[in-house]
């Protein structure tokens, strides 16, 4: 959304929405996923795959570089595969 659509109260996309609503929450370290679900509708992991795609869609000097710094290790940290150790299948 440019400027000019924003001072005419023009509606941002859904993409740019979501990557407002991460970079409003990335120095606080994310959104929780229930804030997420209840914006979006959508899982904490969906929702960062999301923002990811926003954010390469950005040019580098439209978002600033410490802001990128922590929206990607906030894509990274939520939509990265979780490890299983030893005891995660075992039962108490």
């Not at 509606?11 to 370290?29: E, H, N, Q, T, V």
């Not at 914006?39 to 600033?64: C, D, M, N, W």
């Amino acid at each position: 959304m440019t400027l000019a659509q924003k001072s005419r109260g023009a509606k941002p996309s859904r993409a740019d929405a979501m990557l407002d609503f991460a970079r409003i929450w990335a120095p606080y370290g994310g959104a929780r996923a229930e804030d997420i679900f209840v914006e979006f509708g959508i899982g904490r992991a969906a929702f960062y795959r999301h923002v990811e795609k926003r954010l390469r869609s950005r040019t580098p000097t439209q978002i600033a570089d410490e802001e990128r710094r922590q929206l990607t290790y906030q894509v990274v940290s939520y939509t990265a595969p979780r490890r299983q150790t030893a005891c995660s299948g075992l039962r108490p």
